[in-house]
């Protein structure tokens, strides 16, 4: 809501008020700032002349020169507007004239021809927004050479402010000026309307009929006669310049700033464009036209509310009026609107066809239900005051009880209760303060002697319906920074976070502190990211939830996993120089549930990551790069850290990992991760330079096999043997194989088996491979002999030799 | 023959002044100290001297030994660390190489403030709670007090997967689900993923994350929701901090406050980061609207209680100075290493 300082002063006395206070005290009021501007009209030596003649420019007949009197000479100006007729006042601009946007005018020749200043468009002084489409005419009894700045009230400050939707009755100058009255205990002044009727004769007479009174539940109007619809006189101009409204003519101006004074929208129609005697405030019908003043027609919807005439409908009800009856230079005699439409309705009509007005904007929220008829009678009187005519006595009210007010109960106590505190020393003078301030703020309040308060809101303020409403005006007006802060008075002994929230944490620190960076990507994909990692299309990673109304394609579905997020992240690194990236992200999958299961779609948390390095790198660093078995490890650190021991490792088939080079853990019977080698395909169309290596926790699975409670076991005091164990065995042997059966030979006496070499190459036969291992064998109960050790490998050797051909190598 | 001692003695010093080297020094213990050495020899030979002579002679004897082997080892030991000091000279250590880094990866900026966030209301007895992103209308507005066609939800500008289902635009609806299931007192927070259909740009990404907060007891004050929020942005922003609570407009609380702490950037002197207030707006909170506990079936009358939600994106520019979202979200490693 835009308004200005000195506007705001014609409702309420400011003096001694800085614009700075004034602005704070409505912050702390719940009324935002959004941009303060100072304004002035800058200008200088810009006088009122009169034209005494017109001629073409003999060289260009786009060209005026005008003989104007001024400061008793008589100039010679050279013109490129046509509006102007002999006799017209307007304004000069003399030799060594400032413009605000032009600055300093010179006389010049123009086309060889002096011209001794130039004539002034609204625009160009800066009373009007944009471009003004002639030069501007003045009021005729404006005297001649007055200083045009003098005629305008000078400097000023605009003030845009920030409305929250529940409160419509700020969307007006008075309704500022109410709430600054009231934080200022200052007085509100609002015009009086006197208007000087005039019984009908015989002319045409206007009807109204509300058709549907559910989208319209009061409709007020008055026919004005006789009027002249010409350019706004400067002043009014200025006001609408002052409050963000572009000028169109006098009486549309006057309906725009009674709807900026009062928040209640007003429409005029040219009565002679009406066609019948009856407007109808009715649905529009399937497939209704209407041809809007912004020159767009507009097919609507079924339910808007239009205003129509027995032709058809000539404005949208509450959005914005039609072209065919707009006000125009002919128009004689006007039908002025003030009405109230259903806000739920307005905002559905306003959306559905895409068209937002300032009127719109204040309908959809809800005007004062008693305001239209002092806006149509302020209306009235201004037109009648700026344009002539007379008005007419009948006024068209279909009001059937729009306000009814309602009373509400205030208990004192209740006030204590919520805010924590009295407003003054004790319950009865703070009984005594709530009146003040809800008697300020326009409410009616009965019983005040008693500790219920009754409180009736006014017209305006549909906003307040229960006593919580009212605590709120209350505590708003009182001051937030007035009310005590305290701290609980309970404490409450609870655990402030379940052990599966602590594992996420604990996980994420496993992998900082196996060097990965934390990401955080966005949940919503592309179809292109499945394509670009290369799911084939009736994969089950494709049934990803769509979005209905999503902003673009870019972000329209919700994503299934973590791997393109993650290899966008690589890409956009690589392509700033990075030299390695090893990321991970702990974020959710979202996947649908069957059909007809209704219910909400499976949110899924994974701990994914991706490993990649270009070559190069610093003295130690260059030798190192991230392979398959880092993939690996990092899920088996997370495992170790959270004291799983045992899990298996199998091939896996994934659509998105290079066969073979990919794997899948599983322990316990549940598929705890994967890793495994991004396929070269993928790797192409991410247009990475090197390997990437991927793995991924699926973070419920995990969390089953995780203990809370850890138990100790006791140290044993044997002490370990370790023995070296070397063999060479077909090639496709798994080493994971080799250890389970070497464990499987004493589950309790073998207590680790670690591979540390493998080697294929010439000493070794074709199809072979040579692999060692320690073994660690300990007791618990005591130290194991030479004997007991040596049978226990005279085990293992037969047990390799029979089960995969083993040959021992000593 | 103590002459001859003495002699001996003589010698071993000018040669021990003599030494170029440890090996020569080990050449002198051979040749004054070894079994082949003169020493040695008079030593073996003391018994051929007279019972008078033999004790003195045997004792003098005995003392240049010592002495001699004294200086020996002194000059061992001065030998050794010359010689230590050569070799490692020769290995010409650059002592700026550089070090094997163990390198660290780093928490997320977010996650960061996330953290930080809920160590903060921990330390006063809020529980983390959670609650699903794809959310129902009902938990995402209906149940805040925001029907259907109601303004504020302009606001909030929803991707909607069906009528009834949508990505949650706050995290507020955790709320309700726990105070469904869950009888008074409640004092939580939620934090996670919330979703709106803005355009990307620098302040706006349709995906940010959010901190809820709600507390509800027999007793709770707006003081209470003044008390606690100060603490918490005090604890957040620094201690000097000044924080400040102003009316502001949510459907599902009432009274409504915005929370403003003193910018941190001009001390709240005014400068443009703050708009020239002096302030900067943290988060929203409020007095639980009776309406939404109407909704969870607790009684209005008997329980009272706050509500506050804050964006972690905002929270994490403001308190570090980032001038941009969307670099959240582009993960570049110059960026999270930062932090
Ligand atoms: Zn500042």
Redesign the interface.
Known sequence: MQVSYNLLKEYVNLQDISPEEMVYRLTMSGIVLERMEKVSLDIDRVVVGKIKKIIIHPEDPKLSICEVEVTGKSLSIVCGAKNMLVGDKVAVALEGARLPQLGIINSKRIKNILSEGMLCSASELGIEPGKSPGILILDQNIPLSEELKKLIGGEDIIFDFEISSNRPDLLSVIGIAREIAVIFERKLKIPTVEIEENPEHNQKNIKVEVLDEDLCPRYTGRVIRGITVTESPLWLKWKLRLLGIRPINNIVDITNLVMMETGQPLHAFDLDLIRGETILVRRSKPGEIVFTLDEVERQLPENCVVIADKEGAIAIGGIMGGKYSEINEKTKNVFLESAYFDPINNRKTSLKIGLRTEASSRFEKGIDKDGQIFALNRAADLINQIAGGKINSTIIDTNTNLFSPIKIDLRVKRVKRILGQWLEKNELTTRNRLVSILERLGFIVEDQESDKLSVIPPSFRADVEREIDLIEEIARIYGYDRIQPTLFKTTLAQEVRDFKLQVIDQIKEILIGCGLNEVITFSLVSPDDFNKIGIPEDHQLRKAIKIKNPLTQDFSMLRTSLISNLLEVVKWNINRQAGMVKIFEVGKIYLPLSAGSNSLPLEKLIIAGVLTKLEGGDLWSKSYSPDLYEAKGLIETVLHSLKIECWDTLSVDHPVLQPLKSGIIISEGKEIGIFGEIKAEVIKNYRLPEKVYFFEIDYENLISLVHPQINFVPLTKYPVVQRDLSLLIREEIPSGDIIKEIKLVNTQLIKQVILFDVFKGKQIANGYKSVAYSILLQSEDKTLTDQEIEEIFRQIRERLEEKFEAKIRE | MKDKIASIKEKFILKLKEVKELKDLENLRVEFLGRKSELTQLLRRLGTLSPEERPETGKYLNQVKNELEKLLAKGMEQWKAKEEKKKLKEERIDLT??G?I???????P??QVL?KI?EIF?S?????E?G?????DYYNFEALNIPK?H??R??QDS????RE?L?RTHTSPVEIRVMERQAP?V?MIAIG?C?R???IDSTH???FHQIEGL?V?K??????L???L??FAQRMFGEDRKV??????F?FT?????VDVSCLLCQGKGCKGCGY?GWLEIMGAG?T??AVFNMVGYDAEKY?GFAFGMGAERIAMLKYGINDIRL???????F??QF
């Open positions: 190489l550089p094997k163990m390198q660290r990866g780093n928490f997320h977010i996650t953290k809920e921990f006063l007895g809020f529980r983390l959670e699903p992103e794809v959310e129902l066609d303004p504020a302009d606001a991707f909607y997967i069906d289902v990505l007192p004092r993923k979703y259909r803005d355009a990404t349709p995906i507390a007891d007793d709770i004050t707006f003081g209470d003044k008390g606690v100060t603490f400040r609570f102003r009316p502001g407009y459907p009432e009274p409504s406050a915005e207030t007095m609207d009776p009272s959240f979200f582009e993960n570049d490693l110059r999270l290493r």
